[in-house]
């Protein structure tokens, strides 16, 4: 019987994040918007991840690991549907008030 050579490489801490299991990351990622009150696009921009999984992981698998932590997710996340409204047109007030400003 032949022996076999293993060999070890050193783990980075982005891959020890990428192997968190579905369900820890669905949780991290709920805490993290409970705390924050950030949107599905800022939390997908801190974890690095897509808008897409950022929702499945709290709108639909959060669900099922726990209902409770998904129902206050769900309130922070249909309070920042509300007023995204408002925070577009923030956005293109300051840009315009900017480029007035550049201008004179």
Same mark, same amino acid.
């Given at each position: 019987?032949?022996?076999?050579?293993?060999?070890?490489?050193?783990?980075?801490?982005?891959?020890?994040?990428?192997?968190?299991?579905?369900?820890?990351? +669905?949780?991290?990622? +709920?805490?993290?918007?409970?705390?924050?009150?950030?949107?599905?696009?800022?939390?997908?921009?801190?974890?690095?991840?897509?808008?897409?999984?950022?929702?499945?992981?709290?709108?639909?698998?959060?669900?099922?690991?726990?209902?409770?932590?998904?129902?206050?997710?769900?309130?922070?996340?249909?309070?920042?549907? +509300?007023?995204?409204?408002?925070?577009?047109?923030? +956005?293109?007030?300051?840009?315009?008030?900017?480029?007035?400003?550049?201008?004179?």
């Amino acid at each position: 019987m032949k022996e076999q050579k293993i060999h070890y490489k050193t783990i980075s801490e982005k891959d020890k994040v990428s192997r968190k299991t579905i369900e820890e990351r +669905a949780i991290e990622l +709920a805490y993290y918007i409970i705390e924050t009150g950030d949107t599905v696009r800022g939390t997908a921009k801190k974890y690095g991840i897509s808008k897409s999984t950022v929702h499945k992981d709290v709108s639909e698998r959060l669900l099922k690991i726990n209902q409770n932590l998904a129902k206050e997710v769900r309130k922070i996340l249909d309070e920042n549907k +509300a007023e995204r409204h408002i925070r577009g047109g923030m +956005a293109t007030k300051l840009k315009y008030s900017k480029e007035k400003n550049n201008n004179c």
